[in-house]
């Protein structure tokens, strides 16, 4: 760095240890500092000043000088004394106590020799010297870049097209879904090509986000030893006495207290859905075998994965076939399905649940049995919800803060040197003053680079292993498929109970719930959040029905929903989704009726009721207390922080965009979508607190500006973007930190996709 003349320093080098110069200002002395009025000429490696004018220590290294806290070097030993007479050498006495150390005094000149005495008695110890006082603080270390995304890509695949370089390590790769990939550099990762990324997870999962530590700054350099004093005269020496007793051990302190347990994490539930497959077309395929276009890579976090699929498929004859789902190959669950007819293309709805399915990537697939097949006018739609019961182990929170260490015991007293009295000991000479520390340099400029990321908070313990109060999650499902047609109906209004009388096959058989086939109803034994999937296949008679489908607990209706069929592609598929809270001994049945021109229409053999609870039943007993989450340690200024683990951010409600927006007054949640036309001005946005992490996401169907410290909009609800505006276009993002600015309170610009 370039260096202009200081107006005050002081100078302390090895041919100058003080820093006293003849021209020092009276005024100054007590206070030791020093004020010549030009820089040292020809300085030595070593040599510091301290420059008043902006408050800070430089140190010539041979070439430059380096601005830095360095240590002063210590004062001279104070000169030796000369060496007394020796006198006669005395009866050994008894060793007396141990005194206190004194000053060192200086030497005595050396007289003649005489005869050796007895060893004289020991001085007592002079104090120590007072501790020279500490330098100030070193420069803080340059600030390092902060998050940054450096590329995207629609697919993990795409890693193997992104060309990163040295310069990239530390950043990290955005993958349409929401996957994060950090690269860490050639072979430095786990995953990816040439194993150069670690996954970060979902940027809809929790984790935390570690910076690195940081250089240590410069220890300053020692201050060199003061000069030894003269030697004293030497006392004659006294018998060797005895040795004391050894002092009593001091008793130990007393432990720490524990660290604090940490709070009870939030119960199981669900975790995420995600959509895997949308109307995907198959290829022709024949059984037995995996349809490779309805093949997909997903993510489990260890929970209890539910895959709710719907695809149709022809038999070559009519009865009864097994489909099975595959993870990573293997079979892990199936469903039955009824054709009735041969050669007819039929959907079939399945579900599939799955537990103890481990942390990271899998493949799930279906495979369709002999005499199936499917071709290019079959598709398949597949989702996949993840949840967490309370009886299944939640993850391990980390570990609360260690307690405080007790104090160490106090020293035992040192036990009596006596008897033999020892002869005196010349004095020692004077110890030289120590030299007064070097000043440490002043703090340096906080920027350049925005501050990494202060860590996340490490994941609350989730809630500990409940009792066994109620039934497990795992029998808590059940699936029924008819494998005979209904009796037909053909008086408008009049309702067709769809499993009513039904003969059929349990895919998924439960103790917990129960089927009466007489009155088509579907029991719960246990309370709890219950999803309710129902797949009807109906044939109509007319061109079109007008066919409604209800949905009843106990005598109530919770849903319906008219249907047109058209009787060119009768029977057709009915699909019903819905999540129900239900009480013990709640039943659920479902009907259909026509409305209008009126003919007979029939419930099809191979229509489907899967319930299965979402959520826990009666609560148990209370499980193990989950640790406390660490905080993350905060990111250092310098390489950007490593994201590991998962992070999960909260929707919150859509923004709609349709005219300019100020003082917006936003909810709970960290990712806003922003809906409606577009083609507008974001001047502002309420209720900040600092330290609040917001993402907004453009679905609007034009560019909206955010406007900098726009008038529009209260001073502290402003945008602080480091320019005079940021267009964001559609389908992309922009994300801000509310905290303080040398205007106040505003948000901060962090990212833009």
Request: hydrophobic share 30%; proline share 4%.
């Amino acid at each position: 760095m370039s260096i202009t003349t200081p107006s005050i320093y002081t100078v302390i080098s090895k041919s100058n240890p003080t820093g006293v110069y003849s021209r020092l200002p009276n005024s100054y002395i007590n206070n030791l500092v020093f004020s010549p009025s030009t820089r040292p000429l020809n300085p030595e490696i070593g040599e510091q000043y301290y420059d008043e004018g902006d408050n800070t220590i430089y140190y010539w290294n041979g070439t430059y000088w380096i601005s830095g806290g360095v240590q002063g070097f210590q004062g001279f030993q104070g000169l030796a004394g000369t060496t007394g007479t020796d006198g006669y050498q005395g009866l050994q006495g008894y060793q007396g106590l141990q005194g206190y150390q004194g000053l060192q005094g200086l030497a005595g000149t050396t007289g003649t020799d005489g005869y050796q005495g007895l060893q004289g008695l020991a001085g007592t110890t002079g104090t120590d010297g007072s501790q020279g006082n500490q330098g100030n603080q070193g420069n803080q270390g340059i600030v390092g870049q902060g998050f940054k995304v450096f590329a995207t890509t629609p697919s993990y695949a795409g890693l193997n097209s992104i060309i990163a370089t040295g310069g990239n390590v530390g950043e990290f790769v955005l993958i349409t879904g929401g996957d994060l990939f950090v690269y860490s550099g050639t072979g430095a990762g786990s995953t990816g090509p040439d194993n150069s990324y670690e996954y970060a997870g979902d940027v809809t999962d929790e984790s935390k986000l570690v910076g690195v530590q940081g250089p240590i700054g410069f220890q300053g350099f020692q201050g060199n030893q003061g000069l030894a004093g003269t030697t004293g005269t030497n006392g004659n020496q006294g018998n060797q006495g005895f040795q004391g007793l050894v002092g009593t051990t001091g008793t130990n302190g007393n432990q720490g207290n524990q660290g604090n347990i940490g709070p009870t994490g939030p119960g199981g539930g669900f975790i995420q859905m995600v959509q895997l497959l949308d109307s995907v077309q198959s290829t022709t395929t024949s059984g037995q075998a995996v349809v490779s276009n309805w093949t997909r890579q997903f993510y489990s976090n260890g929970g209890t994965l539910m895959f709710n699929t719907s695809f149709s498929a022809f038999a070559s004859s009519p009865g009864i076939y097994t489909f099975d789902f595959l993870i990573d190959g293997n079979s892990v669950a199936n469903t039955r399905f009824y054709f009735n007819s041969a050669s007819y293309h039929l959907t079939i709805p399945s579900y599939f649940n799955i537990e103890s399915v481990s942390v990271g990537f899998h493949t799930g697939a279906i495979r369709i049995p002999s005499g199936i097949t499917v071709d290019t006018g079959d598709y398949c739609n597949m989702s996949m919800i993840e949840v967490l019961g309370a009886n299944s182990v939640g993850l391990t929170g980390s570990i609360g803060n260690q307690g405080f260490q007790g104090f160490q015991g106090l020293a035992g007293v040192t036990g009596p040197s006596n008897p033999g009295v020892q002869g005196f000991q010349g004095f020692q000479g004077f110890q030289g003053l120590q030299g007064l520390q070097g000043f440490a340099g002043v703090t340096g400029p906080s920027n350049p680079g925005v501050q990494g990321f202060q860590g996340f908070f490490g994941l609350q313990g989730i809630q500990g292993i409940a009792g066994a109060a109620v039934g497990s999650l795992a029998n808590v499902k059940m699936s029924f498929t008819r494998t005979v047609d209904s009796p037909a109906i053909s008086t408008a209004g009049n309702r067709l109970y769809a499993f009513s009388g039904a003969t059929g096959v349990f895919n998924t058989p439960s103790s917990n719930i129960t089927f009466n086939s007489s009155n088509g109803r579907f029991t719960v034994l246990e309370q709890g959040d219950y999803y309710l999937d129902s797949r009807l296949i109906i044939k109509g008679n007319n061109n079109p029905d007008f066919i409604t489908t209800d949905v009843y607990v106990n005598t109530g209706t919770v849903y319906s929903y008219t249907h047109v069929a058209y009787g060119i592609v009768s029977p057709v598929s009915f699909p019903i989704g819905l999540y129900l809270p239900l009480n013990t001994n709640d039943y659920v049945h479902v009907a259909c009726f026509t409305t209008g021109t009126v003919g007979p229409i029939t419930v099809k053999a191979g229509s489907t009721m899967n319930l299965s609870r979402m959520t826990n039943g009666p609560t148990g007993a209370q499980g193990s207390v989950g640790t406390q989450g660490i905080q993350g340690i905060q990111g250092l200024p310098g390489p950007t922080g490593t994201l590991s683990g998962t992070v999960t951010f909260t929707q919150g409600p859509s923004i709609p965009a349709n005219t300019d927006i100020d003082n917006y007054p936003i909810s709970e949640g960290a990712i806003f979508t922003m809906t409606g036309s577009g083609g507008i001005n974001f001047n502002g946005i309420a209720n900040g607190t600092v330290g609040r992490f917001i993402v907004l996401v453009n679905n609007t169907a034009g560019n909206v500006v955010f406007k900098q410290e726009n008038a529009g909009s209260t001073a502290t609800n402003r945008f602080s973007l480091a320019t005079s505006q940021i267009t964001v276009g559609t389908n992309s993002t922009i994300t801000f930190l509310y905290g303080n600015t040398t205007l106040g309170n505003r948000w901060l610009c962090i990212a833009k996709q």
